[in-house]
Nanobody, 123 residues
């Protein structure tokens, strides 16, 4: 059983930056693809970014390309989402997710989910 805990959310002005962290429990963290999703009030959950188990492959939603960077440190069982040039439209609850299948992760078919962390971007 894998447990995911997100942190780093908060309130920031447009154009600012935040770094989200996701710490995973368990002994097989390096075998899981990891990613982030987000959900704004009244909207469906959407994919943000994903990273392979090795960290060698990443994939980003068009809405965040060039602004967000996903990385992982397997020695620390941690995934980071660096968010720069934040916009009000980025406001949402951000969820960390994990799955052994990179393809399943990208489509939201994830075995494990975190509790979410709120990101609010003001104008």
């Amino acid at each position: 059983q894998v447990q995911l805990v997100e942190s780093g959310g908060g309130l920031v002005q447009a154009g600012g930056s935040l770094r989200l962290s996701c710490v995973a429990s368990g002994r097989s963290f390096s075998l899981y693809a990891m990613g982030w999703f987000r959900q704004a009030p009244g909207k469906e959950r959407e994919f943000v970014a994903a990273i392979s188990w090795s960290g060698g492959s990443t994939y980003y939603a068009d809405s965040v390309k060039g602004r967000f960077t996903l990385s992982r440190d397997n020695a620390k069982n941690t995934v980071y989402l660096q968010m720069n040039s934040l916009k009000p439209e980025d406001t949402a609850v951000y969820y960390c997710a994990a799955d052994r299948s990179y393809g399943d992760l990208r489509t939201g078919r994830c075995d494990y989910w975190g509790q979410g962390t709120q990101v609010t971007v003001s104008s």
